[in-house]
C-alpha cells in the first residue's frame, strides 16, 4: 500500500528525511518496498499576468498573447488555449524551465520538456502557459489554468501552490502490509507508529459525532438482517451536494497513492479510507427505492451489476445491501450501478459499517473481486470507527462539494465491540528480549500507540487494554512483540551465551523414511527433481489415470480460481507429467542415460477416507523414471537399453529398505492409453504404486527419444504401511545351519514368476527362509513354448534341521507348482 509522506505530516511533524523515514518503518515491522518521488519543484515556473491578447496572423486556433512575468519587461507568448483572456494570472513556464507533460503517445505516461525560445508560425513564442496537466496537478488539459486574481506576479508557482495547501514534491512510500497489521492500511496507522518510534504528537482529525437520531432518523432506517455479519451499520445523509471536480490538493493525495480522481464526492470517501482505514460508500439518496436500508443475505445464485458496468453472478448467501426493493450494493465489496453518484446527484447517502472479515473474504474470492475496500474488510477495520469516518466525510462535502448535514445519524449496531485485556508480566518481557526494558518505558510505548496500560503488583505486571483497530494482538506474546518492534530489534544486544536444548530433534518417521529412500536412489545414480506443481487443464486430465496413484481415487482435477496463465491453471494428479518434461529437456540435450525421482503432494477433487478437507484428497507420492542406456558402452561392455525390470529391482530396493511388508508385483493389462507395459505393487493387499512403460503415443508427444519406464508410489500410503516396522531390533545369528536346495521347473512361457513365488512361500512354511531365482532358460531340448525357472530354496530353524524333512518340504512345494502351474520337475 502507498502511502504519501506529505500526506503523513499533516499528522505528525517527524522531521525524519525520506530515507530515515522509510528505514524506520522497515525496522519497526512496516517493511517498505519502494520509495517514488513524485512531482518536480518546477524550477522557472511562475505566476504570469496576461496584459493582452491577440489572433495570430496565420493561425485561426492560436493566440499572441504578452505576458508581464514580474521582472523585465513582458514577453510574447503563443497559445493555443480557447480560454486564454487578458487580465488573467496564469501559470508561466519561462524560457531554460523543464516540465513534465503527457506523451503524445501514451498519456498516461509524462515525458520531460524543455522550454526554449522559439517562432510558432512564424510569431516569437518566449514561454509557455500552462494547463494543470502539463504542471501534473491534474488530467485536465483542454484549456489554461486560471490563477486566483490576487496571486502575485512573479512568484514561484510552486510558492504559490504551497499557500494554497498543495506541493509540487511528494514522496510515495510503498509498504507490504503484513495481514496481521490492518491498522497499517491508512495514513493515521503508520502516523500513529511514527509517533511512537519518535516522540513527536500525533494529530487526529478533529470530528463532530452527534448523537444517533435527529432529523436523519426521520430520513431513512437501517435494518439488519444478519448481525454475525454485520456488527454495525451507520448512515449519515448530506443534502444538496455540487458535483463537480476535486480541489487540486486532493487530487494530489490521491494520485500520489496511485487513485484517479474521479469526482468531489467519490473522491472524499476514498480519501477518508486511506485517512482512517474505513472504507466508505456514497449512494445516490433520490434513487433508492425506498428510505429503508437493509442488510441480507441473498437466498440462492441471483444476479447483480455492480459499479464497473458487469453483470455478475452472487452465490447463495452473499452478504448485500438493499434498499426497499432490489439490492444496491454487494456488502464489503462494491457497489452497485443502480445507486451510483453520478453528475445528476443532489443527495448523498454515506455507508460506514463493520462487516465480519472472513464473509468479505469468501465473497471477494467467490466472485474473483478484490477492492479497496474488501482488502481492508478481509483484515478487520476498526469496530468502533463507524461514526467518524462517515462524519469525516460529511464535513468534508460540506465544504468541498456546498452540501447539507443532515442532523443526527442512524446507527444500527447489534454487535457492541468489547475491548481485549491481556496480562503483561515484567519478568516474561525480559525472559523473552533479553534485555530489561522499564515499566515506565513500557507504559509509554504501548500508550503511544493506544493501549490502555495499569499497572499492577508494585510494577511486576501490567493490565493492557488492546486498541479495537489491532485484531491481531490476543495474547501475551503479542504485547511483547509490540514492545519489541517499538523499542527497536536493532537495540536488542546480542546474548553472550545462550542456551541449547538438551536433547536433538527428532525425525518423524515418515521423514525418516524419505531421507532413507532419497539416500539410496541417490546412490544408486537417480537425480533429485523439483517440477511445479500446476500443469494446464488439458495435461492434468491426461494423467488422472486410474493406473496411476492419484487417480485411482477418482474424481476430477482441481482448477485455481485466479491462474497466474493457462498453463499453469491446475492441480497435478500425478508427478509424471513435470518430470516428463525434464526427461525431455535433458534427452534433447545429449543424456542418454536418465535416472531421475521425485517426491512431491498430488491432488484430486475426490471425497475419500484420506480427506483433511470436504470433497478433496491430497496424497505425498515418489516418481522414479529410467530411460535410455542403462549403462555407457565401454572397450570390454556394449551399452544395453534399460528395461522395466531394471525399474523394477530399484523398486524392490527401495521397498525392501523401508521394511515394506508383504510386497506383491502383480501384472496388470493396461486398459488406458498411457501406459503399454503395467505392473501393480501391493503391500498387505493393499495397492501402493505401479510400475510402467509410457505408452508410445503419449513419449511421441512428449517430445521423447526413448521408451520410458517410471514407478510411482503413493508415498503417503507406503509410510503408514511401513512405520511399524522400520525400527529395527537386535536378532541374534542362528547357531544351526542352513539347508539349502535348488529345483527347475518347466512351465509355460507365459507364466508369471513372481506369483510361483508366492506359491513356494506359502507352501515351503515357516522352515523356508528365503527363495530367489537364479536361472531362466528358453531354448533347445525344451518345448517351444515352455520355460524353465530355476530357484534357490534356503530352509532353516532354531534347531538342526534333517533331511528327511527338508525333502518332504521341497516335495510339497513342487506338487504346489505342479497344481497351480502344470509345472514339471527338471531332473
Given at each position: 500500500m502507498k502511502i504519501s509522506v506529505n500526506w503523513l505530516s499533516d499528522y505528525v511533524d517527524h522531521g525524519l528525511s525520506v530515507d530515515d523515514l522509510a528505514e524506520r518503518l522497515t525496522m519497526c515491522g512496516l517493511e517498505v518496498e519502494d520509495v517514488e518521488k513524485i512531482g518536480s519543484p518546477l524550477e522557472g515556473v511562475v505566476v504570469g499576468h496576461v496584459l493582452e491578447t491577440g489572433a495570430h496572423p496565420k493561425a485561426d486556433r492560436l493566440t499572441v498573447c504578452r505576458v508581464d512575468l514580474g521582472s523585465g519587461d513582458p514577453v510574447s507568448i503563443v497559445c493555443g488555449a480557447p480560454n486564454v483572456a487578458p487580465g488573467q494570472k496564469v501559470c508561466v513556464a519561462t524560457v531554460g524551465s523543464t516540465i513534465s507533460v503527457p506523451s503524445r503517445d501514451n498519456p498516461s505516461e509524462r515525458v520531460p520538456v524543455k522550454i526554449k525560445k522559439t517562432k510558432i508560425r512564424g510569431e516569437v513564442s518566449q514561454g509557455m502557459i500552462c494547463a494543470e496537466a502539463e504542471v501534473g496537478l491534474s488530467d485536465e488539459n483542454t484549456g489554461i489554468m486560471v490563477l486566483d486574481e490576487n496571486a502575485a506576479v512573479g512568484q514561484a508557482f510552486a510558492e504559490y501552490l504551497s499557500k494554497k495547501g498543495a506541493a509540487m514534491v511528494d514522496h510515495a512510500i510503498d509498504i507490504a502490509i503484513t495481514p496481521n497489521r490492518p491498522d497499517a492500511a491508512c495514513h493515521l496507522g503508520v502516523a500513529r507508529d511514527i509517533s511512537a518510534l519518535t516522540g513527536a504528537p500525533f494529530s487526529v482529525p478533529t470530528v463532530d459525532v452527534p448523537e444517533a437520531g435527529g432529523e436523519a432518523a426521520d430520513a431513512f432506517s437501517v435494518h439488519v438482517e444478519a448481525p454475525d455479519a454485520c456488527h454495525r451499520y451507520v448512515g449519515v445523509l448530506v443534502k444538496d451536494v455540487a458535483i463537480g471536480e476535486s480541489p487540486s490538493w486532493l487530487q494530489q493525495r490521491l494520485r500520489a497513492i496511485g487513485?484517479?480522481?474521479?469526482?468531489?464526492?467519490?473522491?472524499?470517501?476514498?480519501?477518508?479510507?486511506?485517512?482512517?482505514?474505513?472504507?466508505?460508500h456514497a449512494f445516490d439518496f433520490d434513487l433508492l427505492a425506498g428510505p429503508e436500508i437493509t442488510v441480507r443475505r441473498t437466498r440462492g445464485t441471483t444476479k447483480f451489476t455492480t459499479l464497473d458496468g458487469l453483470e455478475r453472478d452472487l452465490p447463495d448467501g452473499t452478504l448485500m445491501i438493499a434498499d426497499g426493493e432490489r439490492d444496491i450494493a454487494i456488502a464489503g465489496v462494491m457497489g452497485?450501478?443502480?445507486?451510483?453518484?453520478?453528475?445528476?446527484?443532489?443527495?448523498?447517502?454515506?455507508?460506514?459499517?463493520?462487516?465480519?472479515?472472513?464473509?468479505?473474504?469468501?465473497?471477494?474470492?467467490?466472485?474473483?473481486?478484490?477492492?479497496?475496500?474488501?482488502?481492508?474488510?478481509?483484515?478487520?477495520?476498526?469496530?468502533?470507527?463507524?461514526?467518524r469516518a462517515a462524519m469525516r466525510a460529511a464535513e468534508m462535502m460540506e465544504k468541498l462539494a456546498s452540501g447539507r448535514i443532515v442532523d443526527?445519524?442512524?446507527?444500527?449496531?447489534?454487535?457492541?465491540?468489547?475491548?481485549?485485556?491481556?496480562?503483561?508480566?515484567?519478568?516474561?518481557?525480559?525472559?523473552?528480549?533479553?534485555?530489561?526494558?522499564?515499566?515506565?518505558?513500557?507504559?509509554?510505548?504501548?500508550?503511544?500507540?493506544?493501549?490502555?496500560?495499569?499497572?499492577?503488583?508494585?510494577?511486576?505486571?501490567?493490565?493492557?487494554?488492546v486498541p479495537p483497530y489491532r485484531p491481531d494482538v490476543e495474547r501475551e506474546i503479542d504485547v511483547i512483540e509490540e514492545i519489541a518492534r517499538l523499542y527497536g530489534f536493532d537495540n536488542i544486544p546480542e546474548p553472550v551465551r545462550s542456551s541449547v536444548p538438551n536433547h536433538p530433534v527428532q525425525m518423524t518417521t515418515d521423514r525418516k523414511l524419505r531421507e532413507q529412500t532419497r539416500d539410496l536412489l541417490v546412490g544408486l545414480g537417480y537425480r533429485e527433481t523439483c517440477t511445479n506443481s500446476m500443469l494446464k487443464k488439458e495435461t492434468a486430465q491426461t494423467f488422472l489415470d486410474e493406473a496411476l496413484p492419484g487417480g485411482r481415487f477418482g474424481g476430477e482435477v482441481i482448477e485455481t480460481l485466479n491462474p497466474i496463465s493457462q498453463e499453469m491453471s491446475t492441480l497435478r494428479p500425478s508427478l509424471l507429467p513435470g518430470v516428463l518434461v525434464v526427461v525431455s529437456y535433458n534427452q534433447n540435450r545429449g543424456r542418454n542415460s536418465i535416472r531421475f525421482f521425485e517426491f512431491g503432494r498430488v491432488h484430486v477433487r475426490v471425497h475419500t477416507e484420506h480427506s483433511i478437507v470436504a470433497n478433496y484428497t491430497e496424497r505425498e507420492c515418489l516418481i522414479v523414471v529410467l530411460s535410455g542406456d542403462r549403462s555407457d558402452s565401454g572397450w570390454d561392455t556394449r551399452a544395453r537399453s534399460t528395461d522395466i525390470f531394471d525399474l523394477k529391482g530399484v523398486a524392490e530396493n527401495v521397498l525392501e529398505a523401508i521394511r515394506l511388508p508383504e510386497v506383491r508385483f502383480e501384472p496388470v493389462k493396461a486398459r488406458s492409453g498411457l501406459v503399454d507395459q503395467q505392473i501393480a505393487i501391493l503391500s498387505a493387499g493393499e495397492r501402493v504404486g505401479v510400475l510402467g512403460r509410457l505408452a508410445t503415443a503419449v513419449a511421441e508427444s512428449g517430445d521423447l527419444r526413448a521408451p520410458l519406464y517410471f514407478l510411482e508410489l503413493d508415498w503417503s500410503t507406503v509410510c503408514d504401511l511401513a512405520a511399524p516396522h522400520f525400527f529395527r531390533t537386535y536378532e541374534p545369528f542362528s547357531r544351526h545351519p542352513v539347508v539349502e536346495r535348488d529345483i527347475a521347473v518347466l512351465v509355460d512361457r507365459s507364466t508369471p514368476v513372481g506369483p510361483m513365488m508366492d506359491v513356494i512361500r506359502s507352501a515351503g512354511g515357516l522352515l523356508l527362509s528365503s527363495i530367489k531365482v537364479f536361472d531362466l532358460y528358453e531354448g533347445e531340448r525344451i518345448d517351444a513354448n515352455s520355460k524353465s525357472v530355476a530357484f534357490a530354496l534356503t530352509f532353516g530353524a532354531d534347531r538342526t534341521l534333517r533331511d528327511a524333512e527338508v525333502d518332504k518340504r521341497v516335495a510339497t512345494i513342487v506338487e504346489a507348482l505342479e497344481k497351480e502351474y502344470d509345472a514339471q520337475l527338471r531332473e
Open positions: 487513485l484517479r480522481s474521479r469526482n468531489n464526492v467519490v473522491d472524499i470517501t476514498n480519501y477518508v479510507m486511506y485517512e482512517f482505514g474505513q472504507p466508505l452497485g450501478e443502480n445507486s451510483e453518484v453520478t453528475e445528476s446527484t443532489r443527495n448523498v447517502l454515506i455507508e460506514s459499517a463493520y462487516f465480519e472479515p472472513s464473509g468479505i473474504r469468501r465473497t471477494a474470492k467467490a466472485l474473483q473481486l478484490q477492492t479497496d475496500a474488501s482488502y481492508r474488510f478481509e483484515r478487520g477495520v476498526d469496530p468502533t470507527g463507524q461514526a443526527g445519524l442512524v446507527d444500527a449496531h447489534p454487535i457492541v465491540h468489547s475491548p481485549t485485556v491481556i496480562r503483561l508480566r515484567k519478568s516474561r518481557v525480559k525472559a523473552v528480549l533479553g534485555v530489561k526494558i522499564s515499566g515506565d518505558r513500557i507504559t509509554r510505548l504501548l500508550s503511544a500507540i493506544g493501549f490502555e496500560v495499569e499497572s499492577e503488583d508494585g510494577g511486576n505486571t501490567f493490565s493492557c487494554s
